[in-house]
């Protein structure tokens, strides 16, 4: 079965930085957009940014110039680099792909990470 594994969340003071990883594994035929989601505490769901295979990217404007998402189709991996931290980027991050197995070729769903915690103290 795809699993999609996220890794790098932790406690950092505001204005610091983390990087999260995100590998997809399991019968994947082909993998069209990555990116990242999050949730708040008492919040909705939201996308933070993501990134096609051919590297187009599109990035919320709460983090525009903070954050920056990378890909690295080989190891079917997607990372966010985040920088420049402030308390209300506090939440749960999530790693999503949209991707076709070897038994739905041609076919996209979304499959989502665990989620890693990101907290921010002031």
């Known amino acids: 079965q795809v699993r999609l594994v996220e890794s790098g969340g932790g406690l950092v003071q505001a204005g610091g930085s983390l990087r999260l990883s995100c590998a997809a594994s399991g019968p994947i035929f082909s993998i069209n957009a990555m990116g990242w989601y999050r949730r708040a505490p008492g919040e909705q769901r939201e996308l933070v940014t993501s990134?096609?295979?051919?590297?187009?990217?599109n990035y919320s404007d709460s983090v525009k110039g903070r954050f920056t998402i990378s890909r690295d189709n080989a190891k079917n991996a997607v990372y966010l680099q985040m920088n420049s931290l402030k308390p209300e980027d506090t939440a749960v991050y999530y790693c999503?792909?949209?991707?076709?197995?070897?038994?739905?070729?041609?076919?996209?769903?979304?499959?989502w990470g665990q989620g890693t915690q990101v907290t921010v103290s002031s």
């Open positions: 999503y792909a949209k991707l076709s197995t070897f038994t739905t070729k041609g076919f996209y769903n979304d499959y």
């Open positions: 990134i096609t295979t051919g590297g187009s990217t």
